[in-house]
């Protein structure tokens, strides 16, 4: 089946613009996750979607930063206001429930110029 | 909070030999291990992963290990090819509410020819 995809892939932006991120993640799954990755860096958890359940947003680093999930499927990232150090790889990932296998996307590439 | 640290952050090997990426973890109620491996433009992908009630499992030239007194797990590949280069995450997931998992910060693994 189909995995977990993003949209865009790429988004190239002017600093204080505000951009959508979006994630579809596997089928069935009850967990999401968004991560922020920087060049070379490791994985900085961002936010986490279980079911019903409210999120934990305690990854998220300003308040210019929200996501939602809607119907318990598709999410989107958006980040008000982009600063230059919101540049980035956005990776989502899913999993069948909070202590299962994660399966990321491709991630999406923002650029902040 | 869980807290796992990953060692060494890069690793170079010649081809053919074996590799050892080594994780601690914090919290004793961490109960799964999965070991991710990250290509180039690519999301981390899972290779092998580790439950609490085992203490090794093996898939073809890859090995995990995990010790839950000394809190810690590794990864072995043997007989090494070119295209085990990547990134490589572990991660350590807790049975609890919120976010429950924690990535290490990578090791970056260079197979020599």
């Known amino acids: 089946g189909a995995g977990v995809s993003q949209s865009p892939s790429n988004k190239v932006t002017e600093k204080g613009k505000d951009v959508e991120l979006r994630c579809d993640p596997i089928?069935?799954?009850?967990?999401l996750y968004w991560y922020r990755q920087s060049l070379g860096q490791g994985l900085e958890f961002l936010i986490y979607f279980q079911g019903n359940s409210a999120p934990d947003k305690s990854g998220l680093p300003s308040d210019r930063f929200s996501a939602e999930r809607t119907g318990g499927s598709v999410s989107t990232l958006t980040i008000q206001r982009t600063q230059q150090e919101d540049s980035a790889v956005y990776l989502c990932a899913s999993s069948f429930d909070r202590n299962n296998e994660q399966f990321f996307g491709p991630g999406t590439r923002l650029t902040v110029l | 909070g869980e807290n796992v640290e990953q060692h060494p952050s890069t690793l170079s090997v010649q081809e053919g030999d074996s590799a050892v990426i080594k994780c601690t973890y914090s919290d004793s109620a961490s109960n799964y291990f999965p070991w991710y491996k990250q290509e180039l433009g690519k999301g981390p992908q899972l290779i092998i992963d580790?439950?609490?009630?085992?203490g090794e499992k093996k898939d073809q030239r890859i090995a995990v290990t995990l010790n839950k007194t000394a809190k810690h797990f590794s990864l072995h590949i043997t007989e090494t090819q070119p295209e085990d280069s990547a990134v490589y995450f572990c991660a350590a997931s807790i049975p609890t509410t919120g976010q429950n998992f924690v990535f290490g910060p990578g090791t970056r693994l260079s197979v020599l020819p």
């Open positions: 580790i439950r609490s009630n085992v």
């Open positions: 089928s069935g799954h009850t967990a």
